[in-house]
């Protein structure tokens, strides 16, 4: 059996991240970020960037953001399922990786700032 390893391609905004103790590629691609923008209500792609840019996300914001990450990277997840997951550093290991996936999305522009 030959496991294949899990690897992120950052020039496509991709990031990995061991949750659950598994290997799991986020991105945050067009279709996630729509469906951030419905979730958030916001009415397009720069309020979205503003919402992040202002930090205050709840753990249900993270949870969102996680979610649609892990989906855009091909994973098929609910947001009820990713409710349940686990990483290490726990809520703060969560607050890092969307700080983390946000930085590989928006690059340096003012979502980078987002202090979840």
């Given amino acids: 059996m030959t496991l294949r390893k899990i690897t992120a391609n950052p020039r496509r905004g991709e990031i990995a991240a061991s949750i659950d103790g598994e290997r799991r590629v986020l991105c945050l691609t067009l ?53 349940q997951m686990t990483i290490e550093g726990g809520a703060r290991g969560f607050a890092e990786l969307v ?6 999305t928006f690059g340096g522009g003012s979502a980078s700032t987002a202090n979840p």
């Avoid at 700080?99 to 590989?104: M, V």
Wanted: proline share 0%; glycine share 16%; aromatic share 6%.
């Fill in 99 to 104: 700080a983390q996936l946000l930085e590989a």
């Fill in 31 to 83: 279709g996630a970020l729509a469906e951030l923008e419905a979730a958030f209500g916001a009415d397009d792609l720069s309020k979205l960037v503003d919402r992040f840019a202002t930090g205050g996300l709840s753990a249900r914001d993270i949870m969102r953001v996680v979610g649609a990450g892990l989906r855009g990277g091909g994973n098929l997840f609910t947001d009820d399922e990713v409710a």
